[in-house]
């Protein structure tokens, strides 16, 4: 029983795994109300993505008389991404971007946040901190916060590499919208807020970073069974000498993602209690690599 829990791909570790990454989801969800209300609505910043442009048109919409609910333009602008994304990603990553984007317009319909603090650069430092975390908690449970990371993710699988300045571009584009029509001093502070946003999310979500791993070991036939076992790369094998102990060697190397590197060294440590491993981060990467997709 216990074996069938740590097998990725049997019923129970899935069942199990989807019930965690929910409960991640509406977390992510509720946060993202918390940052919204708490840190956001006091100063008048204008939030990112699809939630942010949502929030714009509300303003607008107010300004000319009308009031387009927030929680109803969250779900039309976010739906439309759900649909494109359901074709060309896959069912489980849309679910939970949709739990996602309905919870949070659920909960900024039922609750009401105060704010902590009255400094407007403290609030804006936090919240664009846990605003970063916010989205960086929704992509590790292989989900999103919808809008924009629908997007920023279908592309980046495509070109293997992050796009989120792309994102703070098109957030930039609505801040000076935002500017223009009700003022630029809030405008400024929410371009910091989305700097430091969108920073946070490039520093905690690696899933486009690589990590050469290379692991000396005597048995390299054990490791490198284990390690292609369960990993789709490949690996090199160079004989080598050891110098203090005056023995042959072997010298496995692979370029994996980092979000593989844990894995990794739990397979070739179990194969191999012996060997001695070590990671490099690569700066650059030119070639095929497989990339796990998104479930």
């Known amino acids: 029983m216990f ?14 795994r989807l019930t965690y990454s929910l409960v991640l989801i509406v977390f992510s969800s509720l946060l993202q109300t918390f940052v919204l209300q708490t840190f956001m609505n006091p100063c008048n910043l204008l939030s990112s993505g699809f939630t942010g442009l949502a929030l714009l048109i509300n303003k607008i919409s107010l300004a000319m008389g009308m009031d387009i609910p927030t929680s109803v333009l969250i779900l039309a602008l976010n739906i439309p991404c759900a649909l494109f994304c359901a074709k060309r990603i ?14 949070t317009s659920f909960f900024l319909t039922i609750f009401n946040f105060q704010p902590i603090v009255d400094d407007i650069l403290l609030n804006i430092i936090f919240g664009g901190f846990l605003y970063g975390m916010v989205t960086v908690i929704a992509l590790r449970t292989d989900g999103s916060t919808g809008g924009t990371d629908f997007i920023a993710l279908y592309v980046s699988d495509i070109l293997h590499k992050s796009i989120w300045n792309y994102v703070f571009i098109f957030n930039m584009c609505l801040i000076i919208i935002f500017g223009a029509m009700f003022g630029w001093e809030y405008a400024g502070y929410s371009i910091l807020f989305q700097l430091i946003s969108t920073k946070t999310i490039d520093n905690f979500y690696n899933r486009y970073a690589q990590v050469m791993i290379e692991v000396t070991t005597q048995d390299p036939d054990t490791v490198t069974e284990a390690f292609q076992r369960d990993f789709h790369h490949g690996m090199s094998v160079v004989k080598a000498y050891g110098a203090y102990k005056h023995q042959i060697y072997y010298l496995c ?43």
């Open 253 to 295: 190397r692979s370029i994996i993602s980092t979000y593989e590197e844990n894995e990794v060294v739990r397979a070739v440590r179990k194969a191999d209690p012996k060997a001695i491993i070590y990671s490099n981060r690569i700066d650059n990467f030119y070639g095929s690599f497989y990339r796990r997709p998104i479930e």
């Open 90 to 103: 896959s069912k489980r990553f849309t679910f939970l971007s949709c739990v996602q984007f309905s919870c």
């Open 3 to 16: 074996r069938k829990l740590l097998d990725p791909n049997s019923i129970h570790s899935r069942k199990l």
